[in-house]
T-cell receptor, first 116, second 111 residues
Framework: DTAVSQTPKYLVTQMGNDKSIKCEQN?????MYWYKQDSKKFLKIMFS???????INETVPNRFSPKSPDKAHLNLHINSLELGDSAVYFC???????????????FGSGTRLTVV | KQEVTQIPAALSVPEGENLVLNCSFT??????LQWFRQDPGKGLTSLLL?????REQTSGRLNASLDKSSGRSTLYIAASQPGDSATYLC??????????FGPGTSLSVIP
């Protein structure tokens, strides 16, 4: 059973399109995250949600909008895609409470987004 | 501002060697440090998690140490195998419930 699953695994789309990446976790974790890994392999946090509530919102263009219908799902919608959005996007979850020590993360397998 | 660095950026060793990967962080105010493995086309796999109150953790051939005061962690891999070839990332959780990743060390174990 996949603990954190993302779909799609690969996404190729044209500039200006709107696309969504879905993430689901079956671990019963309270917190979910979106990370972006750029071409230099740096992983940076974009958003985190705790029980459907937005906790962390890093400096990300407002074209990126996370949506958490329930604590097991955190989807990422991207409007008006740009070439610079090309990257690998990772979803993760943890049994974390804001301000309290984390107990480890579980990552999805990533979504490779290519904007042409 | 917390910064995480990893040395070396790439490492190639013959099978069977013991090796050490290094991770440094600038702010000792961390909750924990975690080592991950990333395989091409796959997600990150958590290897070891060290809480700030701990000094080391062990899992099989892996041993990770943490020295908060000096801002350092090491990942020791014993008797390396070709299957250990991957990118290894360390990440620290800061006081603001954020995880800062290092750039990773790309390891190749030559049969």
């Amino acid at each position: 059973d996949t603990a954190v699953s993302q779909t799609p695994k690969y996404l190729v789309t044209q500039m200006g399109n709107d696309k969504s990446i879905k993430c689901e976790q079956n671990l019963g974790h309270d917190t979910m995250y979106w990370y972006k890994q750029d071409s230099k392999k740096f992983l940076k946090i974009m958003f985190s949600y705790n029980n459907k509530e937005l906790i962390i919102n890093e400096t990300v263009p407002n074209r990126f909008s996370p949506k958490s219908p329930d604590k097991a799902h955190l989807n990422l919608h991207i409007n008006s895609l740009e070439l610079g959005d090309s990257a690998v996007y990772f979803c993760a979850s943890s049994q974390a409470i804001t301000g309290a020590p984390n107990y480890g993360y579980t990552f999805g397998s990533g979504t490779r987004l290519t904007v042409v | 501002k917390q910064e995480v660095t990893q040395i070396p950026a790439a490492l190639s060793v013959p099978e069977g060697e013991n090796l050490v990967l290094n991770c440094s962080f600038t702010d000792s105010a961390i909750y924990n440090l975690q080592w991950f493995r990333q395989d091409p086309g796959k997600g990150l796999t958590s290897l070891l998690l060290i809480q700030s109150s701990q000094r080391e953790q062990t899992s099989g051939r892996l041993n990770a140490s943490l020295d908060k005061s000096s801002g350092r962690s090491t990942l020791y891999i014993a008797a390396s195998q070709p299957g250990d070839s991957a990118t290894y990332l360390c990440a620290v959780e800061t006081s603001y419930d954020k995880v800062i990743f290092g750039p990773g060390t790309s390891l190749s174990v030559i049969p």
